[in-house]
C-alpha cells in the first residue's frame, strides 16, 4: 500500500511540473507572422513585414522580440517588442532613439488594425500618428 502512494505522488508530480512547463512556454494567441497590408502616410520605420515571436527579451517577461525587416541594426532589433494586451498588442518599432509604438487589435477579419505614434529621444516634431492594417500570413520556415 505505501508503494502506492509513493508511485501516485511520483506520477501527480511529475504531471505537474509537465503542466506548469508547458504553460510557460505556451503559445500566445497574437504570436505568428504578418504582412502590412495598409499603412498611412508616413510609414518610415513602420515594417512591411513582422513576426510577434515567444522569446523573451532583456526589458521583462512581459516584453517579447519582435522580428521585422527594420530591426536591421543591434539597437533596432533590441528595441522591436510587442507584449500581449487583453484585447490586442502593443508594439514597438524602434531602432533605440526613436520609433513607433501603439496597439494593434483584430477586427471581424482577424487582421491586427491601429493606430502607431511616432516616438524619440529628444522632441519629435511634429508628432504623427499611422494608421496600420497587419494580415496574418504563414511564418517562412
Known amino acids: 500500500m505505501d508503494r ?9 508530480f511529475c504531471t ?17 507572422c504578418y504582412d502590412v497590408v495598409a499603412v498611412s502616410s508616413p510609414e518610415g520605420g513602420v ?8 522569446e523573451p527579451t ?6 517579447l522580440q ?8 543591434a539597437p533596432a532589433r533590441t528595441h522591436h517588442l510587442w507584449s500581449s494586451k487583453r484585447d490586442g498588442v502593443k ?18 477579419t482577424n487582421d491586427l488594425v491601429g493606430k502607431l505614434t511616432n ?10 500618428v499611422v494608421t496600420v492594417r497587419a494580415r496574418r500570413v504563414e511564418c517562412a520556415k
Open 4 to 12: 502506492l502512494i509513493i508511485l501516485c505522488c511520483i506520477v501527480a
Open 16 to 32: 505537474c511540473t509537465d503542466l506548469s512547463a508547458q504553460s510557460k512556454h505556451s503559445k500566445n494567441q497574437f504570436a505568428g
Open 47 to 54: 515594417p512591411h513585414h513582422f513576426e510577434l515571436t515567444n
Open 58 to 63: 532583456k526589458f521583462g517577461t512581459h516584453w
Open 66 to 73: 519582435v522580428k521585422a525587416d527594420t530591426a536591421d541594426t
Open 91 to 108: 508594439v514597438i518599432f524602434g531602432w533605440g532613439l526613436g520609433g513607433w509604438e501603439g496597439k494593434l487589435k483584430p477586427d471581424q
Open 119 to 128: 516616438f524619440c529621444d529628444s522632441k519629435c516634431s511634429p508628432k504623427q
